[in-house]
């Protein structure tokens, strides 16, 4: 539908990625609209990086959707959730889920990653506002970022899991080559390797400012076990509204990472697709409101 995103945050891979090139663009509305006509099944997964960058082309892409049964997922910012009416068109066409890149919990370090759409936003509020439309949040998190100290994993979880933030996706800083991040680390001596293996957001590739590499690797795995400790789970559906919001918690929470195995068992074998089906009736079942 679209590739690429409109902002320039420089420990992203995009615009490294389309470097000398157009970092957005959108399909013509029509255009899209038949792919997903042609596309089996009921649930979608958009994979543009921000597929609400467009105000115009995201309108006109939801009215579009609307009626065709969809149920849907996709990656946004916090400020597209904060704005007027977006939402509600997007819900109206089937979001269910939405991917928002939060990042930190740290103010200090947007200014210096030019994270400039979430300065001065409203984290908590762009989550009541999906909560409050029926959509449950993915939310992404950054760690190891320069203003980073060792507090910055139990922070952050204890945050999200007080939102009643259903999912939650955990990175590592990673300079990936040619971005800005690489650039500044770069200069400044920090790279340690070059194993292309290990840039991965899972692994500690350069000399992080306020914690050890392995206080920054530890935390990182310690954030995963804490957000889907089953205590946790549990209070972060005691944040939902209602029985409804509660059960869904429950649901995608405890699937996304206590059933992990299984998860990993099917598509191994290349099964998955089996197993669609039954995702879309829980998303039938669980999303939106009542």
């Known amino acids: 539908m679209s590739r690429g995103c409109p902002h320039h945050c420089d420990f992203c891979y995009k615009d490294a990625f389309f470097e000398g090139g157009k970092s957005f663009y959108t399909q013509a509305v029509d255009d899209a609209l038949a792919e997903i006509d042609r596309l089996p099944g009921r649930h979608l997964y958009f994979l543009d990086d921000h597929l609400l960058g467009n105000r115009r082309f995201a309108e006109a892409l939801f009215d579009g959707m609307k009626g065709m049964g969809r149920l849907w997922q996709a990656a946004g910012t916090v400020n597209s959730v904060l704005r007027p009416d977006l939402l509600e068109r997007a819900v109206e066409a089937g979001l269910r889920s939405l991917f928002v890149g939060f990042e930190t919990v740290n103010d200090a370090n947007l200014a210096e990653r030019r994270k400039n759409q979430n300065i001065g936003t409203d984290y908590a509020a762009a989550v009541r506002r999906l909560h409050d439309a029926g959509v449950m949040v993915n939310a992404s998190f950054v760690f190891g970022l320069d203003q980073d100290g060792p507090d910055v994993f139990d922070r952050t979880v204890a945050w999200a899991v007080e939102q009643g933030i259903e999912t939650a996706t955990f990175h590592i800083m990673t ?57 946790n789970i549990w209070r972060g559906s005691a944040a939902q509204p209602g029985r409804h919001e509660r059960l869904r918690h429950l649901a995608y929470a405890g699937g996304w990472k206590k059933f992990e195995p299984a998860w990993d068992l099917l598509i191994r074998s290349q099964r998955v697709v089996r197993a669609m089906p039954a995702l879309e009736r829980t998303l039938a079942a669980f999303g939106g409101r009542e």
């Open 175 to 231: 300079p990936y080559p040619s971005t800005g991040l690489w650039k500044q680390l770069e200069s400044e001596n920090r790279i340690v390797h070059r194993d292309w293996d290990l840039y991965d957001t899972r692994h500690v590739v350069y000399r992080p400012a306020g914690m050890t590499p392995r206080q920054l690797e530890d935390g990182y795995w310690r954030a995963y076990r804490d957000f889907y400790r089953w205590s």
